[in-house]
């Protein structure tokens, strides 16, 4: 696994190779977009089975929760790019073309053949993860957010029912107290509702167990301090992890990366 960080936008570039099981079920805080180059990857996103195959893009919007496999023995290659939020969000706003943050707008296909796209997404890739320079990198930016756009549908706003008003209170809760070892009775009482009922409603809302949300929600975090710098050892005590080998089991699981390797990786010192 080769990855690169362009320190000016945030812009993480992965090019991965995987045989049988990839990672498990995770997600990210970035817009990802990337093309698998070679073999067949499967994986879940949005309660469906997705298959992509060379030449095909794979775009997933944050808080998407999405695993991975290879089809074949030969395993899979893709190159990705893992976009910030608020820098895409600022970009596509200053060409009038919307706004994606804090994950109110989706894909409409989670895999596209579009070719115009295609071709973007590489010619973006190339520019940042060989480092062709910053006119190389805008200009290619600029064209993939343009293509990228037309792939895009905002979320109308829908009205809450009390019990999905709940949940999303309690995902705040959960933000608000990632670092503490919170229990289902704690979820209980600050929401309400009994520890059973309150599962359930919550896998219904949001696809994922309170605890399954919570550890996905920490690995998040804990990649974002990583980068920045911050010793793993630190992170995992502030995002609420019990040691460092904790937060690395579970990292490991998600991003087939040790915290210390991503963050070396981070240092945009290719393999």
């Known amino acids: 696994m080769n990855l690169f960080r362009d ?7 992965v090019k991965a190779h995987f045989c ?18 070679q073999g067949l990857q499967r994986f879940n996103c949005h309660r469906s089975v997705h298959i992509s195959r060379p030449g095909r893009a794979i775009l997933i919007e944050p808080g998407a929760v999405h695993d991975g496999q290879a ?23 200053r060409r009038e073309l919307g706004d994606v943050s804090a994950i109110e707008a989706a894909f409409r296909n989670t895999l596209t053949d579009e070719p115009a796209l295609i071709i973007a997404i590489q010619r973006a ?10 006119l190389a990198r805008d200009q290619s930016l600029d064209h993939l957010i343009s293509l990228l756009s037309r792939h895009i549908g905002v979320k109308p706003q829908s009205i809450l029912n009390d019990s999905l008003s709940q ?4 995902k705040d809760y959960l933000h608000d107290s990632l670092h503490l070892d919170v229990g289902l009775d704690d979820l209980s009482r600050y929401s309400g509702i009994d520890r059973f009922r309150l599962t359930r409603q919550f896998k ?4 994922q167990s309170p605890h399954a949300y919570l550890v996905r929600l920490r690995l998040r975090t804990a990649r974002k301090l990583l980068a920045n710098g911050i010793e ?9 992890f019990s040691d460092q080998s904790h937060m690395g089991r579970w990292f490991q699981r998600a991003y087939r990366f040790s915290p210390a390797d991503y963050q070396r990786r981070c240092t945009n010192v290719l393999d």
């Open 71 to 93: 089809v074949e023995a030969a395993g899979f290659t893709y190159a990705m790019l893992y976009l910030p939020q608020a820098w895409l969000s600022e970009m596509m706003q």
């Open 20 to 37: 049988g099981h990839a990672y498990d079920a995770h997600d990210h805080d970035e817009v990802l977009v990337g093309v698998t180059e």
């Open 167 to 170: 949940m999303y209170q309690l």
């Open 125 to 134: 890739f190339s520019a940042i993860h060989h480092k062709e320079g910053r």
């Open 204 to 207: 219904k809302a949001f696809g």
């Open 7 to 13: 320190d000016e936008t945030g812009i993480e570039s």
């Open 232 to 240: 793993p050892a630190l992170v995992a005590s502030q995002v609420g």
